[in-house]
């Protein structure tokens, strides 16, 4: 899918389903929900197919099964993919089969409130081998498995640890008792509120004779317009008993409109140091039972930002995703450039390429192996918008001139510090010389969570609208509510406990690294 595509998707989903299409340039065309079902109304499809368009989105919502049987009949008629959203569905059936089947791809998400659970996590399922080759070539980048550091793709960083996964596979073994209990608390619900809908107050939640819901939310409408919505949640809330709105409707939202090598040889990076204080964290982490970011998450921004000297830090759950984030709350978009380093992983250009801008890319210096600044003021036009210097394998970019030509041009400078958290630019800390900054917590980076990233900034407007962006354009206390265009960049407290207890030791790490390098000096001087 990409810009000129059209997806049919419902309007009465979650914002990450119509925001995926909006990532790659494409445009959700919203479809009204079946009132039977409130998934998407298989009858109102087919008026909306045009030449354009591409895909359907069918969206499982609440755990009920969308009617798939029309639906992939007018996707065959029409020539379309089924693009399956199951993230709220997991183990649900439609006519005795499970969903995630019946499309091209099924996805599921595995989100810390979800019927099983990795804390952050998803997962793509189909029967094409070619299209699962190519989803497992995506999520590392574009990186050919055969070569590695080669891209002839554009991918992204949106691998599983094996933190995660390792909960998933204890999770997917009790998922049978899961749907059961889900379902049983479903039909306790509907007996217990059936005297509410029989009097013609409340609608239940549906299930249709062809389908086995699993009741991920169970949910009911108010019939009458003598008591608001705020006002039942707050009456519940008083007794103990937490609920929330339904999604908004995304079409009611406000408009997203978007915008052969020789490898050279060298040294392995490093193995993560994981000890039993990283255990320790992540067992009280689990022991808490609150997996997705929460508390320990917070606790790492707050010490991240000491760490860097700055007012701000916003954590993410990779660095190419921090990228991505700041990229996002700068407006970056089709159509702009951004000046950068063609002497970096591909994951400092990816981001700017999924704004739909242009990485323009300088020459580096030899003696720093960083962006030159003085071939970077040559390729400014009226199309720059940012200079991305990459502080390249620790060593900081020459920040002072590049800030100079940023300043004279009105320009904001992005610091890629992915490889270079600790590193020092004449006495202060990389992470806070330029507008903002993006670091990585990779497994083979200095300070690790498994992945992470992290955006350092000391502008507070910036940092509020990096935290609204990496959940998908949520602010803070809005709930549902999606202004602008954001991602599902969120780290996990699992991730963050981790993160956390290495920070207490990065000065220890440093101080090894900075070690290990005189001697790798004295050892290869003869060379």
Not at 280 to 309: K, S
Not at 390 to 413: I, K, Q, S, T, W
Not at 432 to 443: I, R
Not at 477 to 483: I, N
Request: proline share 6%; net charge neutral.
């Amino acid at each position: 899918m990409g810009p000129g595509d059209e997806v049919l998707v419902p309007s009465l989903t979650f914002i990450a389903t119509a925001n995926a299409v909006r990532y790659c340039g494409a445009t959700p065309i919203f479809v009204d929900a079946d009132r039977a079902t409130w998934c998407i109304d298989p009858a109102a499809l087919d008026a909306l197919v045009t030449p354009r368009t591409k895909a359907v989105i069918p969206v499982h919502l609440y755990g009920h099964p969308c009617d798939m049987d029309p639906i992939l009949d007018i996707a065959r008629r029409r020539g379309i993919a089924v693009v399956e959203d199951a993230a709220e569905a997991h183990g649900a059936e439609y006519r005795g089969r499970r969903v995630g089947a019946f499309g091209a791809i099924g996805c599921f998400s595995f989100y810390g409130n979800k019927i099983m659970t990795t804390g952050e996590g998803g997962m793509c399922v189909t029967d094409d081998p070619l299209l699962a080759e190519r989803l497992r070539l995506l999520r590392d980048h574009g990186m050919d498995p055969k070569r590695h550091y080669w891209h002839d793709i554009v991918g992204y960083n949106y691998r599983m640890t094996n933190l995660q996964a390792a909960i998933g596979v204890a999770q997917v073994k009790k998922l049978p008792g899961f749907l059961e209990k889900k379902r049983r608390l479903g039909g306790w619900y509907a007996e217990l509120l059936a005297p509410l809908a029989a009097a013609g107050r409340i609608l239940l939640q549906p299930e249709a004779p062809w389908a086995k819901s699993v009741f991920w939310m169970c949910s009911v409408l108010l019939a009458e317009a003598r008591v608001s919505r705020d006002e039942v949640r707050a009456r519940l809330h008083d007794r103990g008993v937490d609920t929330r709105p339904f999604f908004h409707p995304v079409h009611l939202g406000t408009d997203r409109s978007a915008r052969p090598v020789t490898m050279a040889w060298r040294i392995p990076v490093a193995r993560p140091d994981i000890g039993d204080a990283e255990l320790e964290a992540v067992r009280a982490v689990i022991e808490r039972r609150w997996l997705t970011q929460g508390p320990e998450v917070r606790a790492l921004e707050a010490a991240f930002a000491r760490f860097c000297r700055v007012e701000h830090a916003v954590a993410t759950n990779t660095g190419t995703a921090a990228l991505h984030v700041a990229l996002l709350a700068l407006e970056i978009g089709s159509g702009d450039e951004v000046i950068t380093t063609p002497l970096s992983c591909i994951a400092s250009a990816n981001p700017i390429l999924f704004q739909g801008a242009c990485p323009v890319f300088a020459d580096v210096e030899r003696a720093t192996y960083n962006l030159d600044p003085a071939d970077v003021e040559k390729r400014i036009t009226p199309r720059t918008k940012a200079i991305l210097p990459v502080h390249l394998f620790g060593h900081p970019a020459d920040m002072d001139p590049l800030l100079e030509v940023a300043e004279r041009h009105g320009l904001p400078v992005i610091e890629d510090a992915s490889q270079a958290a600790g590193a020092e630019y004449k006495g202060r800390r990389v992470g806070g010389l330029g507008k903002v900054a993006a670091f990585s917590m990779y497994a083979n980076k200095i300070v690790t969570a498994g992945e992470g990233g992290m955006l350092t900034t000391l502008d507070a407007r910036l940092a509020e609208r990096m935290i609204a962006i990496r959940n998908f354009g949520q602010p803070a206390g809005q709930h549902f509510l999606h202004p602008f265009l954001g991602g599902n960049y969120k780290m996990s407290d699992l991730h963050a406990a981790i993160g956390r207890v290495q920070l207490d030791r990065v000065e220890r790490f440093i101080e090894q690294r900075r070690r290990n390098v005189v001697e790798l000096g004295r050892a290869l001087a003869p060379l």
